[in-house]
C-alpha cells in the first residue's frame, strides 16, 4: 500500500529538480544536452526518497510508490520543457514511462540501501548540487559578456565582407560600421546573381547585461518579413576568436525572429571568419546555417 505523505514529499522533491533543470537548460544549451540522463536521474533520486521516508514497506511496495514519484516529477518536468519549446510533444509519453522504470528500480534498491542516516546525507548532496550546478554554468555564462565584452571587442568585424553559404544558395553581401555610442550596424544583402533574395539589418549593442545582437529581415522593398518581431540574442562566450550569442526569448513556431537559437562566430584570420547559426525551422526541426565569410578589400 503506498504512503501517501511519502509519495507527495518524494515527488515534489522531484519536481523541484526536474523544473529547475528544464528552466536552466532551456538557456543553456550544455544542460539541455542532458535532459534524459539528468530526467531519469532526478526520477531515481525521487524513488530513493520515497524508499526513505516509507521505510519498513515490502520491497514490492517501495517499487511501487518510487514508480509513481519517478513517473510524476518527470511528466510534469518534461510538460513544462514542452511548453518552453525545447521537446515534442512525443517525448511526454517516453520519458514518463524511462522515468517511471527507472523510479521503479530506485524503490526497490532503496529497501536495501538506505538506513535512516544514509538518507539523510544523500538528501543533504542532492538538495545543494543543483544550486551549485546552477550558479558553475550560469554565472559565468551571465559574467562573460557584461565583465569581459563590450561592442568595442568587436572592431574586426568593421569593413566589407563576402559570404558563402554552406550547401545553400547565394552570396551574402555584409557592411558592418565601426562602434559608436555603444553600437555597431551591419547590413547584409543575399544576391542570387541579380536577384536579392534578402536584406538583414543587424545591431550589436552595449547594454547593462552584456553585448546583444538582433537581425531582422526584409525584402528590398524594406518588407518586413517579421511584422511581429522578438529577439534578443545575448553574448553568452567571448574567448580569443569565438563568440557566441544565445536567444533569450524563448521559441515561438509563429515569430519567424525565434527560429535562431545559437549564433556563433570563429575567427580563421583577421580577413574570414565562420558565422554558424543552429536555428529550429518552421516545421519545429532543429536545423542549421553556415556562412564562410571573407573580408573585400
Known amino acids: 500500500m503506498l504512503k501517501n505523505r511519502a509519495l507527495l514529499f518524494a515527488s515534489v522533491l522531484g519536481t523541484v529538480l526536474q523544473v529547475a533543470m528544464v528552466v536552466v537548460g532551456h538557456s ?22 520515497y524508499a526513505m521516508w516509507a521505510r519498513g514497506d515490502s520491497a514490492f511496495s517501495l517499487a511501487v510508490g518510487g514508480l509513481a514519484a519517478g513517473a510524476l516529477c518527470a511528466l510534469i518536468g518534461i510538460f513544462v520543457s514542452y511548453m518552453l519549446g525545447d521537446v515534442p510533444m512525443s517525448l511526454l509519453a517516453l520519458g514518463t514511462i524511462s522515468s517511471a522504470v527507472t523510479g521503479a528500480l530506485g524503490g526497490w534498491l532503496g529497501k536495501f540501501l538506505f538506513r535512516v542516516g544514509v538518507a539523510v546525507a544523500l538528501l543533504v548532496v542532492v538538495a545543494n548540487a543543483p544550486s551549485e550546478a546552477a550558479a558553475q554554468t550560469t554565472t559565468p555564462l551571465a559574467n562573460a559578456s557584461s565583465t569581459v565584452a563590450t561592442t568595442s571587442d568587436f572592431t574586426w568585424l568593421v569593413g566589407h565582407w563576402e559570404g558563402h553559404m554552406v550547401g545553400g544558395v547565394g552570396v551574402a553581401d555584409v557592411i558592418f560600421s565601426p562602434p559608436a555610442g555603444g553600437l555597431i550596424i551591419g547590413v547584409m544583402r543575399l544576391l542570387d546573381g541579380d536577384k536579392v533574395l534578402v536584406v538583414e539589418l543587424i545591431s550589436l549593442v552595449d547594454t547593462p547585461t552584456g553585448v546583444e545582437m538582433r537581425f531582422r529581415h ?40 525565434t527560429q535562431p537559437r545559437m549564433a556563433t562566430w570563429k575567427r580563421i584570420d583577421a580577413d574570414s571568419f565562420v558565422g554558424h547559426s543552429d536555428i529550429i525551422g518552421d516545421d519545429g526541426k532543429p536545423g542549421m546555417v553556415e556562412v564562410t565569410y571573407h573580408r573585400l578589400k
Open 28 to 49: 543553456n544549451k550544455s544542460i539541455a544536452g542532458l535532459f534524459a540522463v539528468g530526467g531519469m536521474g532526478i526520477s531515481l533520486i525521487a524513488s530513493l526518497a
Open 218 to 257: 526584409f525584402s528590398s522593398t524594406l518588407e518586413a518579413y517579421e511584422p511581429t518581431y522578438k529577439q534578443n540574442m545575448r553574448l553568452t562566450t567571448h574567448d580569443g576568436d569565438r563568440d557566441v550569442f544565445e536567444n533569450a526569448v524563448a521559441y515561438d513556431k509563429a515569430l519567424m525572429s
